[in-house]
């Protein structure tokens, strides 16, 4: 089949994130390493990966204005929707894009928050746990929105991912001094157990200066895996780790070439002498370097996005490690569709029946009538307004290439 590669790699080296921190993590198997430089420049059809585009326009109304989509959590029959950026607001629809209510809302009660920092869901307790990261709390509700408990947690955490048994993973991006080690440095993950509401496990260290240093955001830093691992990626790192009950280990490696791994080196030793952020950036343009930045596990697919200055890799690894590897620039799209020729593949969420969810606005598909499109988007055209909420799209993955 076009651009297919087997990730069958005899040997494994894990690349530096920062000052040796790695020594303590091990990757597990051939597959750990995934190299890139092998693979042909090439773009990948939406054809090639996807069975079917289905859309699902979210309804409007005064109790459901959406600003900006942050974070889908397919539950069921019924889909959580986040957004921490404008609405600050917490909505739950059926997957038909029927509002069916809100979940907690901003203030100053016990069961309200200030800032709205990230949602979890555990699926199959029915309970939604929103991280308020103004009063370090983690409200928990039930899927009917009734209010249960309030949390208040040691530490601040900028994302969260259920794991299961009353278990949170976390993602710390701001330094917590009650977590500082004895190298003088400070994690970024750790495994909460909410019955004892201490941490259990804690790992993958940097210092302040690539904390700092790291502002462009990772999407989908925390992701449950159909294994039943939570996956974390950061920015200015090739390495995607797995948080399991037992411990942080090393799940993928990714090499481009010998240029990134220097360049990758060369950026955060000179953000240790980096005064202020525009320094910051600007090494970032002297030393250019692929960093991973979307990730999605789908029914046993897993996707990830590599991306630099002027190119970016697209991969698809299936459950027989089968990998298909997409490059593109600021000229060709990594992937192209073909199928519809208006979605983009924007991995926002993935879920247990090997789907993939994406967003486009109302806008991406009200165009002139002289533009022919597919009969659904067509009709999907006569029927929606400007200024409604976002349509949320899903792509049935195929599992085999």
């Not at 651009?3 to 993590?25: H, K, M, Q, T």
């Not at 959580?80 to 404008?86: G, I, L």
């Not at 029927?98 to 016990?110: A, E, L, N, V, Y």
Request: proline content about 3%; overall charge negative.
């Amino acid at each position: 089949m076009r651009y297919l590669y087997l990730a069958i790699i005899n040997c494994v080296f894990l690349l530096s994130c920062s000052d040796g921190e790695r020594s303590g993590y091990t990757a597990e198997g051939n597959d750990a390493y995934v190299d890139l430089s092998v693979c042909d420049d090439k773009t990948v059809l939406f054809s090639d990966v996807i069975d079917s585009i289905e859309y699902m326009p979210l309804e409007t109304g005064e109790q459901c204005l959406i600003g900006y989509i942050t974070k889908i959590i397919p539950v069921g029959d019924t889909i959580v929707v986040v957004d921490n950026e404008r609405a600050n607001r917490v909505f739950l629809y059926d997957m038909n894009g029927k509002f069916i209510r809100q979940i907690s809302s901003r203030g100053d009660s016990p069961e309200s928050y200030v800032s709205l920092r990230d949602v979890a869901i555990d699926k199959q307790g029915g309970c939604v746990f929103i991280l308020d990261a103004a009063t370090m709390r983690l409200l928990m509700f039930s899927m009917d929105g009734s209010f249960i408990k309030s949390v208040k947690l040691p530490f601040v955490a900028h994302a969260m991912e259920y794991i299961g048994g009353e278990k949170m993973v976390f993602y710390f991006k701001v330094k917590n001094p009650s977590l500082l080690n004895e190298k003088g440095k400070y994690p970024l993950l750790g495994l909460w157990d909410m019955k004892s509401e201490k941490l259990l496990h804690v790992g993958v260290y940097q210092d302040d200066e690539i904390l700092q240093g790291a502002k462009v955001m990772s999407l989908n830093p925390l992701c449950m895996t159909s294994e039943g691992d939570v996956a974390f990626i950061q920015d200015a790192c090739d390495t995607i780790y797995s948080v399991t009950m037992e411990g942080i280990k090393v799940k993928h490696i990714f090499y481009v070439n010998e240029d990134n791994r220097k360049n990758i080196q060369e950026y955060i030793g000179g953000l240790k002498g980096a005064t202020n952020m525009k320094e910051a950036l600007s090494l970032r343009k002297t030393y250019p370097f692929y960093t991973l930045q979307r990730q999605v596990f789908s029914g046993g697919i897993y996707v990830v996005g590599l991306v630099s200055a002027d190119k970016s890799y697209m991969v698809f690894i299936n459950e027989d490690k089968e990998m298909m590897v997409a490059l593109g620039d600021k000229k060709t799209p990594m992937i192209k569709n073909d199928m519809d020729k208006i979605s983009p593949f924007q991995m926002r969420a993935g879920d247990e029946n090997g789907y993939v969810y994406s967003v486009i606005e109302p806008k991406d598909i009200i165009l002139p009538q002289s533009i022919r499109l597919s009969p659904v988007l067509d009709s999907l055209r006569n029927r929606v307004d400007k200024n409604d909420n976002p349509i949320i799209v899903k792509f049935k993955m195929k599992k085999q290439w």
